[in-house]
């Protein structure tokens, strides 16, 4: 499994963006869970949004709530992160990560790194006030 993180940047406070990630697996795609998380410098990382492809169910951290939107393209194996209303804090290296599950497990939104097989690269989002 593969992970290509794309769409950070640059930002005034208020701005918008909307990183992806592309997973290139063979496998029927439905059986991932798959998360963002996010890490400043100095800090260690933390959990952002996750989505499970099979329920489409998500969970995202009180920090942003209502501001970001995680949701999956089946068709284009990606996933996204819809930011807005941007503040200084969400400066970070963002990072999508993924993990195989089984059906039965399709309500399980899982919120710690060390539940993720799977790590794209990182890409840098900065919001300047």
């Known amino acids: 499994v593969q992970l290509q993180a794309s769409g950070g940047g640059l930002v005034q406070a208020g701005g918008s963006l909307r990183p992806s990630c592309e997973v290139s697996?063979?496998?029927?795609?439905?059986?991932?869970?798959l998360g963002w998380f996010r890490q400043a410098p100095g800090k260690e990382r933390e959990f952002v949004a996750a989505?499970?492809?099979?329920?489409?169910?998500?969970v995202d951290t009180d920090s942003v709530k209502g501001r970001f939107t995680i949701s999956a393209d089946n068709a284009k194996k990606t996933v996204s992160l819809q930011m807005n209303n941007l503040e200084p804090e969400d400066t970070a290296v963002y990072y999508c990560?993924?993990?195989?599950?089984?059906?039965?497990?399709?309500?399980?939104?899982?919120?710690?790194?060390?539940?993720?097989?799977?790590w794209g690269q990182g890409t840098q989002v900065t919001v300047s006030s």
């Open positions: 990560a993924a993990d195989v599950r089984k059906y039965s497990e399709r309500n399980y939104l899982p919120t710690y790194p060390s539940e993720y097989s799977y």
């Open positions: 989505i499970n492809w099979y329920s489409g169910r998500t």
């Open positions: 697996e063979r496998t029927f795609i439905k059986a991932f869970v």
